[in-house]
């Protein structure tokens, strides 16, 4: 059974930071490309950065130079540091698993989600 358990959201300041963690299990491993998405009341869901197996990374333009994206291969778990939040980076922000390395395709397996709420 392949599993994706975020953690780390919360309610924070504008300005603050908070860090997501993914922690996968099941067949998703270190061979998989990772990603992070979020979705706000009333709007699509949308890719915020990506990571692949060897490490190259992709942001969307309305997160770079503020969020990193990392894994730790040895425990199995993608990271989304996010600083300088803004309150339009309030949404729940969703791990998914794709194929090994196959990001441009959709991915296989996502998680629950976890809540970020950025405060004015």
């Known amino acids: 059974q392949v599993q994706l358990v975020e953690s780390g959201g919360g309610l924070v300041q504008a300005g603050g930071s908070l860090r997501l963690s993914c922690a996968a299990s099941?067949?998703?491993?270190?061979?998989?490309?990772m990603g992070w998405y979020r979705q706000a009341p009333g709007k699509q869901r949308e890719l915020v950065a990506r990571?692949?197996?060897?490490?190259?990374?992709y942001y969307s333009d309305s997160v770079k130079g503020r969020f990193t994206i990392s894994r730790d291969n040895a425990r199995n778990t993608v990271y989304l540091q996010m600083n300088s939040l803004k309150p339009e980076d309030t949404a729940v922000y969703y791990c998914?698993?794709?194929?090994?390395?196959?990001?441009?395709?959709?991915?296989?397996?996502w998680g629950q989600g976890t809540q970020v709420t950025v405060s004015s």
């Open positions: 990571i692949t197996s060897v490490g190259a990374t």
């Open positions: 099941g067949v998703v491993s270190s061979r998989n490309a």
């Open positions: 998914a698993a794709y194929r090994e390395n196959m990001y441009y395709v959709p991915p296989q397996v």
